[in-house]
């Protein structure tokens, strides 16, 4: 068994000219849940979308629970399913019923038993908060409530890792924190996450580890504690200094 869940070493992306990221090196230990926070255009959203490989790697390894991650083909599949994904966006299917949407994957992908699937399932949409919502659509779901089942149907493959790419972003203020509430919950259990947000509450309360980018790089990383109250680099205090002020 790997101790680290994931771990990237030298890695760069490029998009033609663009550097997207340059020589990350990072590790996510089982159970650590680590936050991405840095300016726009930092790469913290292809960072975390190389995890799965939804972005491809110019050089350098991935390797989730010891395996390196596969370019393509079953193996990538077979990895891609222990790395369970949240978006910014639901992309729950428009036209499954909120618990279709969660057995789906257990049933086509991990071969489960339609009435295992569908008990697992209510038991995680119980457990974000939705499960008497199970006949609806996803069109028929407030913002928040849709990303809470977009959690649960994550969950319902049992992912090693999950990552989450700022999924609060296009929520009303409102919503933001009833999601927040299920990401909170899931840390407390012990859940490996990694998230890109920009929910400075969150990375306080949550994270075991920030690690701050800035222009495709790792600029610095320490306990939340440590670098919202003593960020080392000049980059971080003048990002720190423009969200706290704004809040």
Same mark, same amino acid.
């Given at each position: 068994?790997?101790?680290h869940?994931?771990?990237?070493?030298s890695?760069?992306?490029? =998009?033609g000219d663009?550097?997207a990221l340059?020589d990350i090196?990072?590790?996510?230990?089982?159970?650590e849940v680590?936050?991405?926070?840095g300016p726009s255009?930092?790469?913290k959203? *292809?960072l975390?979308?190389?995890i799965? /490989?939804?972005?491809?790697?110019?050089?350098?390894?991935i390797?989730?629970?010891g395996e390196?991650?596969?370019e393509?083909?079953?193996?990538?599949?077979?990895l891609?399913?222990?790395v369970?994904m949240? @978006?910014?966006? @639901?992309n729950?299917?428009?036209?499954k $019923?909120?618990?279709?949407?969660? *057995?789906l994957?257990p049933i086509?992908?991990?071969?489960?038993?339609?009435?295992?699937?569908?008990k697992?399932?209510m038991?995680?949409l119980?457990?974000?908060?939705?499960?008497?919502?199970? +006949?609806? =659509?996803?069109?028929?779901l407030s913002?928040?409530?849709?990303q809470?089942?977009a959690i649960?149907?994550?969950?319902?493959?049992?992912p090693k890792v999950?990552? @989450?790419?700022e999924?609060?972003?296009a929520? +009303?203020?409102e919503m933001i924190n009833?999601?927040?509430d299920?990401m909170?919950?899931?840390?407390?259990?012990g859940?490996?996450?990694v998230v890109?947000t920009?929910?400075?509450?969150?990375a306080?309360?949550?994270?075991n580890?920030v690690? @701050?980018?800035?222009?495709?790089e790792?600029?610095?990383?320490?306990?939340p504690?440590?670098?919202? $109250?003593?960020p080392?680099?000049? /980059?971080a205090?003048d990002?720190?200094g423009?969200?706290l $002020?704004?809040?």
């Open positions: 068994m790997a101790e869940l994931v771990e990237m070493k890695v760069n992306k490029h =998009y663009m550097h340059k090196n990072l590790t996510v230990g089982k159970g680590l936050v991405l926070i255009g930092s790469g959203s *292809t975390i979308r190389t799965n /490989r939804l972005e491809t790697i110019s050089d350098g390894t390797t989730i629970d390196v991650l596969p393509e083909g079953k193996g990538l599949a077979q891609r399913s222990d369970g949240v @978006f910014q966006s @639901f729950l299917f428009a036209h $019923t909120i618990l279709e949407n969660v *057995t994957g086509k992908v991990r071969k489960m038993k339609k009435a295992d699937a569908e697992k399932a038991d995680l119980k457990r974000v908060g939705v499960d008497h919502q199970r +006949d609806k =659509y996803p069109a028929q913002g928040g409530q849709q809470r089942v649960a149907r994550a969950l319902a493959m049992e999950m990552l @989450f790419d999924p609060t972003s929520l +009303d203020p009833e999601v927040l299920v909170v919950g899931l840390a407390r259990d859940m490996t996450m890109v920009h929910e400075m509450g969150f306080r309360k949550a994270a580890r690690v @701050f980018l800035a222009d495709g790792i600029v610095e990383e320490n306990t504690e440590e670098f919202f $109250t003593n080392r680099s000049s /980059r205090k990002f720190l423009k969200i $002020t704004n809040h």
